[in-house]
C-alpha cells in the first residue's frame, strides 16, 4: 500500500516532527528547482534509487551539489556494480516514480529491503529538504528528525562522506 502525501505528514506528526511544505511546480532535476530552493532555508536533496548486479536496493539521499562517483560507489558500500533502479522497481518498492524519488518513501519500504545511505553532507544542515512523495511540493524537516523518520521506518540510516569518495 502506498502511502498519501496526508499519510506521510500524519506519520510525522505522530512522531512528533514539525514539519513545513511548499507547493510549487512538478520539478524533476535539481537544476530545475533552483528558483525554489532559493527561497526555502536548508539543506537541499538529490535522491537516488539504484540496483546492485545482485539484486540489493540502495536509497541514497545526498546533497544536491555531492557529486556521486556511482562507479566507485560500488566498493565504498561493500556490494556489487551499481546502476539507476528501473521505474516499476521503484515504484514497487518505493511507492514513487521518477523524479519523485525522496526519503519519505521509506514510508512505503515495507517490511524494508532498501538499504538508505545519508550524505554527511546533507545532515551537517540543520534544515532539509524532500519531495513529500511527489514532485510538486518540498517538505522541510530537521536533520536530525530525518533521522528518526528513517529508524521509525525501520531503516537503519548509513552516512558517508562522498566527498571522501
Do not use: C, Y
Amino acid at each position: 500500500m502506498t502511502a498519501t502525501r496526508a499519510e506521510l505528514f500524519a506519520f510525522l506528526d505522530d512522531l512528533g516532527i514539525a514539519h513545513t511544505t511548499m507547493e510549487h511546480r512538478p520539478v524533476f532535476t535539481v537544476e530545475e528547482g533552483a528558483d525554489i530552493k532559493a527561497k526555502l532555508p536548508g539543506g537541499h536533496s538529490k535522491n537516488l534509487f539504484l540496483k546492485d548486479k545482485k539484486g540489493a536496493l540502495t536509497l541514497i539521499s545526498a546533497l544536491g551539489s555531492t557529486q556521486i562517483r556511482l562507479n566507485h560507489l560500488h566498493k565504498t558500500l561493500g556490494g556489487a556494480r551499481l546502476s539507476f533502479g528501473r521505474a516499476d522497481l521503484m515504484e514497487r518498492t518505493l511507492g514513487v516514480t521518477p523524479g519523485s524519488v525522496t526519503a519519505f518513501a521509506l514510508i512505503n519500504d515495507q517490511p524494508p529491503q532498501v538499504r538508505f545511505v545519508l550524505d554527511a553532507a546533507l545532515l551537517a544542515h540543520d534544515l532539509v529538504n524532500f519531495h513529500p512523495l511527489k514532485n510538486d511540493a518540498t517538505t522541510t524537516i530537521t536533520s536530525q528528525d530525518l533521522l528518526r523518520f528513517a529508524k521509525a521506518t525501520g531503516h537503519e540510516p548509513e552516512i558517508i562522506d562522498f566527498s571522501q569518495i
